[in-house]
């Protein structure tokens, strides 16, 4: 018998807690493991003792490991691994201009031999090869807009909330190369969000559908609301099944994480803020032109920190209007 899944009864007796309460109990877990997930993001080049994220998910050490294994599916030192390997595939591929040993001790690897084991064990191949076929990759666009295997443009996997008292009126969209782009100093953002994990078209309608039942209920989903789509990982670099898609909304200092839902702040400064409108197939051509075209030319390189679509309306018939923030540092 589990006593944690049980509870007494008025009259003595005992039985099994009901589905919503232990819905709400697995939600509090999730949400302690998303408050370490969103640490290691933010400090992956730096040293990621066990002890100091078992006090951010408020676990016993001797625990931890167990806990995180079994609702992320790989251990805690695998996770950390694999994340700082695919950052440092991206990175190459971002910053030309970087050494191979500079990536690696950004990414939070301790040699450069230490990393030219993991990332041949990885992708099979050294990093200095992963760069050299760079220009036959297509990694360079949006997480989830990789083409399809019929060859075909894929429509966007992003699913909006409904916004009240809007209407997204269908209106021409800019041209690709009329896309406005430019440098911005962005505030930080305090969102409230819901993450999912998975392939994008499965993982950013269940995080949107989530978040908007929670928001709706606290006034959150009105015009005035500011929705925001973030895409952690590529994946032509993350298997699939593990990348992780964060619906958000933007929130006051009074709004409090509840079980699933984690708040969060989006780091202000610098950010290349590129206007795009127009249909979903058309977003993985508006972060080629970015990163593969406009970055380059630009004196810039993009900083730490994931790049976020701010919606400004509710798409229709299949058009978007969104501007697209990728934070960055001088080169």
């Known amino acids: 018998m589990q006593p944690t899944l049980l509870r007494m009864k008025s009259g003595g007796g005992i039985h099994p807690l009901d589905q919503a309460r232990r819905d709400a109990l697995?939600?509090?877990?999730?949400?302690?493991?998303?408050?370490?997930?969103?640490?290691?993001?933010?400090?992956?080049?730096?040293?990621?003792?066990?002890?100091?994220?078992?006090?951010?998910?408020?676990?016993?050490?001797?625990?931890?490991?167990?806990?995180?294994?079994?609702?992320?599916?790989?251990?805690?030192?695998?996770?950390?691994?694999?994340?700082?390997?695919?950052?440092?595939?991206?990175?190459?591929?971002?910053?030309?201009?970087?050494?191979?040993?500079?990536v690696a001790l950004d990414c939070g690897f301790t040699s450069s031999a230490s990393f030219a084991r993991a990332f041949r064990a990885r992708f099979g191949m050294s990093a200095g090869a992963w760069r050299a076929e760079s220009k036959n990759r297509q990694t360079m666009s949006k997480p989830g807009q990789g083409e399809r295997k019929d060859g075909k443009e894929p429509r966007s996997v992003i699913v909006h909330p409904s916004r009240t008292g809007r209407r997204g009126g269908r209106r021409p969209h800019r041209r690709r190369n009329e896309m406005k782009i430019e440098v911005k100093e962005l505030p930080c953002r305090r969102v409230a969000y819901v993450r999912r994990m998975g392939p994008y078209d499965q993982s950013a309608k269940e995080a949107w559908d989530s978040l908007c039942r929670w928001a709706g209920p606290r006034g959150l989903l009105g015009p005035q609301a500011v929705f925001i789509g973030i895409g952690h990982d590529d994946p032509e670099i993350t298997d699939p099944a593990k990348?992780?898609?964060?619906?958000?909304?933007?929130?006051?200092?009074?709004?409090?994480?509840?079980?699933?839902?984690?708040?969060?702040?989006?780091?202000?400064?610098?950010?290349?803020?590129?206007?795009?409108?127009?249909?979903?197939?058309?977003?993985?051509?508006?972060?080629?032109?970015?990163?593969?075209?406009?970055?380059?030319?630009?004196?810039?390189?993009?900083?730490?920190?994931?790049?976020?679509?701010?919606?400004?309306?509710e798409p229709s018939d299949g058009i978007f209007a969104m501007d697209i923030c990728v934070p960055v540092k001088p080169l």
Do not use: M
């Open 243 to 313: 990348c992780r898609y964060d619906a958000c909304v933007e929130v006051g200092p009074e709004t409090r994480p509840e079980r699933h839902v984690g708040i969060a702040e989006l780091a202000g400064g610098k950010h290349v803020v590129a206007r795009y409108e127009g249909p979903g197939e058309g977003i993985k051509g508006a972060y080629a032109r970015i990163f593969g075209s406009w970055l380059p030319e630009s004196g810039f390189q993009p900083a730490d920190g994931p790049s976020y679509e701010v919606y400004l309306k």
């Open 26 to 102: 697995r939600a509090e877990y999730e949400g302690r493991v998303n408050r370490v997930v969103d640490h290691i993001h933010a400090h992956l080049s730096e040293p990621l003792a066990l002890e100091d994220l078992a006090r951010i998910a408020a676990f016993s050490p001797f625990h931890f490991h167990r806990v995180f294994s079994a609702l992320a599916g790989e251990s805690l030192a695998v996770y950390i691994k694999r994340l700082r390997i695919e950052r440092a595939a991206s990175a190459l591929l971002q910053n030309p201009a970087a050494s191979i040993t500079q």
